[in-house]
């Protein structure tokens, strides 16, 4: 069964670096979607992805974050200078039309 | 008032049990409706969606009712495999794109 994919599981980095973190979507799917949670809270949306340009972003999504498709298969999330905050786990998500299917995640710990 | 709003729990029931979830959105745009469940530490798993005629699967039904903007979710002969938490999933269609995902209520089942 054809699932999404996410790398690295997880990552840790010092506060002001940069990260990107990586997912391999569903190949057959359109939509694709980065979702964060933070520890004990709730799924929140980040932005979703469509025909190669963003299509909804959250206010959580400010110029810090960006995301690309650099190739047919991969997207990516990027985080500018981290912060503290921002440690959390990352999901990213893709569809075909609907329902929305996850990756495992990568837990971002920021020091 | 919160965009997808549900008791926390935590539902700590026997096995065997019947087990009701709530769920109240409040953008009467929404179009599309799901139910994920989330293991501890682990990505969002798509249980099902909700349609306005209601749905069944296996143990598990699902009904919604737009005029009171109210989703239900029903798990008969509850299994101990069926802890974790329970998280109600709306999508405001503009692009197809935009999901809330409700703060989710923890399952408990005791042997």
């Known amino acids: 069964e054809p699932e999404v994919t996410q790398t690295p599981s997880h990552q840790v980095t010092q506060m002001g670096q940069e990260v990107i973190l990586h997912c391999v979507p569903i190949?057959?799917?359109?939509?694709f979607y980065w979702y964060r949670q933070i520890l004990g809270q709730k799924v929140e949306f980040l932005v979703s992805f469509y025909n190669n340009e963003i299509s909804e972003k959250s206010e959580i999504f400010d110029d810090q974050f960006s995301v690309e498709r650099p190739d047919g298969s991969n997207f990516t999330l990027k985080i500018r200078s981290t912060k503290l905050e921002d440690s959390a786990m990352y999901f990213c998500?893709?569809?075909?039309?609907?329902?929305?299917?996850f990756g495992p995640g990568t837990r971002l710990t920021v020091l | 008032r919160k965009e997808v709003e549900q008791d926390p729990g935590p539902f700590n029931v026997p096995e065997g049990a019947t087990v009701a979830f709530n769920c109240t959105y409040s953008?009467?745009?929404?179009?599309?409706f799901f139910w994920y469940r989330q293991d501890c530490r682990k990505e969002p798993k798509l249980l099902m969606s909700v349609y306005s005629s209601g749905n069944e699967d296996g143990r598990f039904t699902a009904q919604l009712n737009r005029a009171s903007q109210y989703i239900s979710l029903l798990i008969r002969d509850s299994k101990l495999s069926d802890s974790a938490t329970y998280l109600c999933?709306?999508?405001?269609?503009?692009?197809?794109?935009?999901?809330?995902f409700g703060s989710g209520t923890r399952l408990s089942i005791r042997p």
């Open positions: 190949s057959n799917h359109l939509y």
């Open positions: 998500a893709s569809s075909r039309q609907g329902e929305q299917f």
């Open positions: 999933v709306v999508s405001i269609y503009s692009s197809a794109s935009k999901i809330i």
């Open positions: 953008n009467s745009a929404s179009q599309s």
